[in-house]
T-cell receptor
Framework: ETGVTQTPRHLVMGMTNKKSLKCEQH?????MYWYKQSAKKPLELMFV???????ENNSVPSRFSPECPNSSHLFLHLHTLQPEDSALYLC???????????????FGSGTRLTVV | QKEVEQDPGPLSVPEGAIVSLNCTYS??????FMWYRQYSRKGPELLMY????GNKEDGRFTAQVDKSSKYISLFIRDSQPSDSATYLC???????????FGSGTRLQVQP
């Protein structure tokens, strides 16, 4: 299997539930990202991991908790979410070095989350 | 003011037309400029990448960057129905991994 794989593709959860999103990359990349995509809004960066270390946390509420156990796997743990958290959650990976021609993300297909 | 501005569309054109998609930005530190294409129910995929100012051509696609005007463009020649998607511009400053995205322009190419 190649590329970036996200599971599940769709998730419906109540506001009191706890769930986790999973991302796996088979590209040998060293950096992984979580982005939130809401309708008619730019992609919002949530978290950046480089070599399993969190290097950026973009003022994300504590009800979102990331975990990066190794450079191939990334999780987003969810608890006590709000209806406004409903969105497409995208995982991406990239080479750590920001120099051409390696620059650019490879995205997964996303998890469509609905909070009811 | 948003760092990156992009007209959301939708933009509807007939098959074979030349399409022009644009973004403006405010951060003069941006040096890396990308265009991503996102089909429905899929994640974005990298289409074009440009460093600093100038033009880059790849088949039917041409990316232009004008740093003096803080304006980037993507041109699609001989547009096809399969080009129907949302196009996202993205950019980054040197030494920063994270990309800043526009909100995307939805393109519809009518057969």
């Amino acid at each position: 299997e190649t590329g970036v794989t996200q599971t599940p593709r769709h998730l419906v959860m109540g506001m009191t539930n706890k769930k986790s999103l999973k991302c796996e990359q088979h590209l040998g990349h060293n950096a992984m990202y979580w982005y939130k995509q809401s309708a008619k809004k730019p992609l919002e960066l949530m978290f950046v991991y480089s070599l399993e270390e969190r290097v950026e946390n973009n003022s994300v509420p504590s009800r979102f908790s990331p975990e990066c156990p190794n450079s191939s796997h990334l999780f987003l743990h969810l608890h006590t979410l709000q209806p406004e958290d409903s969105a497409l959650y995208l995982c991406a990976s990239s080479q750590d070095a920001i120099t051409p021609p390696n620059y650019g993300y490879t995205f997964g297909s996303g998890t469509r989350l609905t909070v009811v | 003011q948003k760092e990156v501005e992009q007209d959301p569309g939708p933009l509807s054109v007939p098959e074979g037309a030349i399409v022009s998609l644009n973004c403006t930005y405010s951060n003069s530190a941006f040096q890396y400029f990308m265009w991503y294409r996102q089909y429905s129910r899929k994640g974005p995929e990298l289409l074009m990448y440009t460093y600093s100012s100038g033009n880059k051509e790849d088949g039917r696609f041409t990316a232009q960057v004008d740093k003096s005007s803080k304006y980037i463009s993507l041109f699609i020649r001989d547009s096809q129905p399969s080009d129907s998607a949302t196009y996202l511009c993205a950019m980054s400053a040197a030494g920063r991994r994270a990309l800043t995205f526009g909100s995307g322009t939805r393109l519809q190419v009518q057969p």
